[in-house]
């Protein structure tokens, strides 16, 4: 049984960081291009970040230029480097693979900006 184990989340002031992670069990992570999305609340789930298996990376515009994206594949886990971050970068925050697959959703950790 594969899973993805999301942590790091917080509060967090307007202007502050937080470095996310995401743990994967099982086969999977090799063989993914993995991702970072968030869900603010009363919104759609919506992608944030990617990183292929060779480190090439994509970013949604919203978060370019604040938010960096990495994997270290000897640990299987995959980070969410969170800089500038607004009130607007509250949401619960989740890794999949990319392109997303409905049965690897975690639980999520939440991100709250606010002063």
């Known amino acids: 049984q594969v899973q993805l184990v999301e942590s790091g989340g917080g509060l967090v002031q307007p202007g502050g960081s937080l470095r996310l992670s995401c743990a994967a069990s099982g086969s999977i992570f090799g063989s993914y291009t993995m991702g970072w999305y968030r869900q603010a609340p009363g919104k759609q789930r919506e992608y944030v970040a990617t990183i292929t298996r060779g480190l090439s990376t994509n970013y949604a515009d919203s978060v370019k230029g604040r938010f960096t994206i990495s994997r270290d594949n000897t640990k299987n886990t995959v980070y969410l480097q969170m800089n500038s971050l607004k009130p607007e970068d509250t949401a619960v925050y989740y890794c999949?693979?990319?392109?997303?697959?409905?049965?690897?959703w975690g639980k999520g950790t939440l991100v709250t900006v606010s002063s």
């Open positions: 999949n693979v990319f392109p997303k697959q409905e049965r690897y």
